[in-house]
């Protein structure tokens, strides 16, 4: 049979024709395409700027299906899940990004910092630690080394946040000299609920000459020396607390008292007491003063004086209360009501406030419980701020 080329010849414009409209309907699409994804990425912006973040979502998740190799897109969409506490979507957003073996490296290390903090959010602390060591060398790392703080603070891995905290004060990344004293402090606190007191002292005395003027290394070593029977020891160590951290008298004026009396230093401490007074007026260095000068044989009428002076220099109801607590009224058959009603009201006076975010506590925090924040409560009390 012979062959027709006629068909050929009839056949080769056919096909040409048919790839042009081919090639021609597959520019057209990506034209569509290309079109589609910058309204969607564009319409994503503008409902993040009117704050309609679950439209901002959906517009962002129509641009990754337009253009999927597109990063930008996927680190919006994972950062607008972690803003809405969609953990999970959000983890599963930057896991994708770093299986993507065409991800540049400044993407790569940008993703996995996105995930630690993915992971920081849910609460996933192993899970963090993990993606932030991963950190380590990157332009992440000094960011890497503040989450590790934080988590393992939450965690109280006083140890590793110890580590940490070394690293980042060797990197210049500030002083954390103050921070990695609270370390050992919580450290020698555990040792010392668990019986071991040397083990404690070592520590706190490796907190002292960390941060030299931080009060509260100084303190707690003070306070075990008295446990120990070394009243002389913390009765020195609590007055040089007095020189090297003068704002934090208040929380130094009853333990150096009580120090004092047991080691038969009462007059000099009184005196630096006063002469502190004067300077500075505290209703702890007032504590203070009158205990010793209990001690030391003055009358009650002089001792309580103080209070009266106090109430000269200021309006102070805590003092008022303390004063008329010794007084016999007019009416005393009617004094317990009173002096009831007013340790009641002076309850919230005596309370000492964080400074960061208001939490108020009966004692004194080095760290805030509400927000975690160190050094933020003052040493005065409500009353005095």
Excluded at 51 to 69: C, G, K, N, R, T
Excluded at 214 to 241: F, K, M, N, V, Y
Excluded at 284 to 313: C, F, K, P, Q, S
Aim: hydrophobic share 45%; with cysteine.
């Amino acid at each position: 049979m012979d062959f027709d080329l006629s068909w050929i010849l009839l056949g080769l414009p056919l096909a040409f024709g048919l790839g042009w409209l081919a090639s021609r309907l597959d520019l057209r699409q990506l034209r569509i395409e290309n079109r589609q994804t910058p309204k969607a990425y564009f319409r994503g912006l503008n409902f993040l700027l009117n704050e309609q973040q679950d439209q901002a979502i959906d517009a962002f998740i129509e641009a990754v299906q337009h253009d999927p190799d597109t990063s930008e897109l996927h680190f919006a969409l994972g950062n607008l899940f972690r803003r809405r506490g969609e953990y999970e979507r959000a983890v599963r957003v930057h896991e994708h990004l770093l299986s993507r073996g065409d991800l540049s490296e400044a993407d790569r290390q940008r993703a996995q910092h996105a995930l630690a903090l993915d992971f920081l959010k849910a609460g996933l602390l192993d899970r963090a630690e993990d993606a932030l060591l991963k950190l380590e060398g990157t332009p992440f790392e000094a960011q890497a080394r503040l989450a590790l703080l934080a988590n393992y603070e939450r965690s109280r891995d006083w140890p590793q946040a110890a580590g940490i905290a070394r690293k980042l004060d060797n990197s210049e990344s500030g002083s954390f000299s103050s921070r990695l004293a609270h370390y050992l402090c919580e450290q020698a606190a555990a040792h010392l609920a668990a019986g071991e007191a040397s083990q404690a002292r070592r520590l706190l005395e490796q907190a002292v000459e960390t941060a030299p003027a931080a009060p509260r290394p100084r303190i707690e070593l003070a306070r075990l020396l008295s446990s120990q029977g070394d009243h002389a020891a913390a009765c020195a160590l609590l007055e040089a607390t007095l020189r090297a951290a003068p704002a934090a008298t208040p929380l130094v004026a009853a333990p150096l008292a009580q120090a004092a009396i047991a080691c038969g230093r009462t007059l000099p401490v009184l005196e630096q007491f006063k002469a502190n007074y004067e300077l500075m007026p505290s209703l702890d260095v007032l504590e203070a003063i009158v205990a010793l000068e209990a001690t030391v044989g003055g009358n009650g009428g002089t001792t309580r004086d103080w209070y009266v002076r106090h109430l000269e220099r200021e309006p102070s109801l805590v003092a008022a209360a303390k004063w008329i607590a010794g007084e016999k009224l007019e009416h005393e058959q009617f004094h317990p009501q009173v002096q009831r009603a007013l340790d009641h009201a002076v309850k919230p006076l005596t309370r000492y406030r964080c400074a960061a975010c208001g939490f108020e506590a009966k004692q004194h925090f080095w760290q805030c419980p509400g927000c975690q924040t160190w050094d933020s409560y003052p040493a005065r009390r409500v009353e005095e701020l």
